[in-house]
């Protein structure tokens, strides 16, 4: 039996200020910075990341430009995250159409991976990151914004639990395209016209705060599977309806 033909893709050719703007747009996504919050200073920052302070003036620009940061000169000034997500134009016909296809896909392996997470995180992790897990689960959101950096906060901090590496970067990287994508759809969400059982952050993951802390590996599987599988399923009609 003859074996199949490998398949290339090409390989993205990133500068080095695209390659930075994608590091902050990835740190603001999960949030690891939050909106309102100020960058670091320049020089600080450009050596964290190990970049020309030039090179990461060009990313700042880049992300200015999206509305993802906001810069401001003076004694005072700096760089903040932008309190409203960036204003986008909403998807639309064949456009529309593979952003509902690559959004079901991410949701499609972070069913497959997310309760592995829950389950390793319930089995190995300590009793600060239980805590941790807990504290976050009684927070409130103020905004959709709020609310998906709440989502991402927890759910990676369950992934960090986990103590397995590869689960992290995987889950990090599938949340940031996520919410990359799904911000077309939810800039035109109203937060004060959805009921308030879909702004309530506890409703959602008490239960799964509750199983990881207890230990219990296969309930905090099994609720995560279903928490992931129900948000597919809204997703989807979400960006069905605003692709019409």
């Keep these: 039996m003859s074996l199949p033909e490998p398949t290339f893709t090409p390989v993205a050719n990133l500068t080095a200020?695209?390659?930075v703007a994608d590091v902050l747009r990835r740190a603001v996504a999960v949030g690891a910075i939050q909106p309102g919050q100020r960058l670091p200073?320049?020089?600080?920052?450009?050596?964290?990341?190990?970049?020309?302070?030039?090179?990461?003036r060009a990313a700042v620009r880049t992300l200015n430009d999206e509305?993802?940061?906001?810069?401001?000169?003076?004694?005072?000034g700096g760089t903040v995250v932008a309190q409203d997500a960036p204003p986008r134009k909403g998807p639309a016909d064949s456009a529309g159409k593979r952003l509902v296809a690559m959004v079901a896909d991410n949701m499609e392996v972070r069913l497959a991976v997310e309760p592995l997470a829950a389950a390793l995180c319930a089995a190995r992790g300590?009793?600060?990151?239980?805590?941790?897990?807990?504290?976050l689960v009684e927070e409130q959101a103020a905004s959709m914004r709020h609310y998906r950096l709440l989502d991402s906060r927890f759910h990676l901090t369950i992934a960090q639990a986990s103590g397995n590496s590869v689960l992290?970067?995987?889950?990090?990287?599938?949340?940031?395209d996520f919410f990359l994508w799904a911000d077309t759809m939810f800039i035109h969400l109203e937060w004060e016209g959805l009921p308030a059982v879909v702004q309530?952050?506890?409703?959602?993951?008490?239960?799964?705060?509750?199983?990881?802390?207890a230990r219990d590996a296969a309930r905090a599987e099994e609720l995560t599977r279903r928490h992931i599988s129900a948000g597919l399923v809204t997703i989807e009609k979400l960006l069905e309806s605003s692709v019409r």
């Design 200 to 213: 309530d952050f506890s409703a959602e993951h008490r239960d799964l705060a509750r199983a990881i802390a």
């Design 126 to 135: 300590s009793r600060e990151n239980h805590a941790e897990i807990n504290a």
């Design 67 to 76: 509305g993802l940061l906001i810069t401001s000169r003076g004694r005072s």
């Design 17 to 19: 200020s695209e390659a």
């Design 168 to 176: 992290v970067e995987t889950i990090e990287r599938l949340r940031t």
């Design 41 to 56: 200073p320049e020089r600080e920052l450009a050596q964290s990341l190990g970049v020309a302070r030039m090179t990461l």
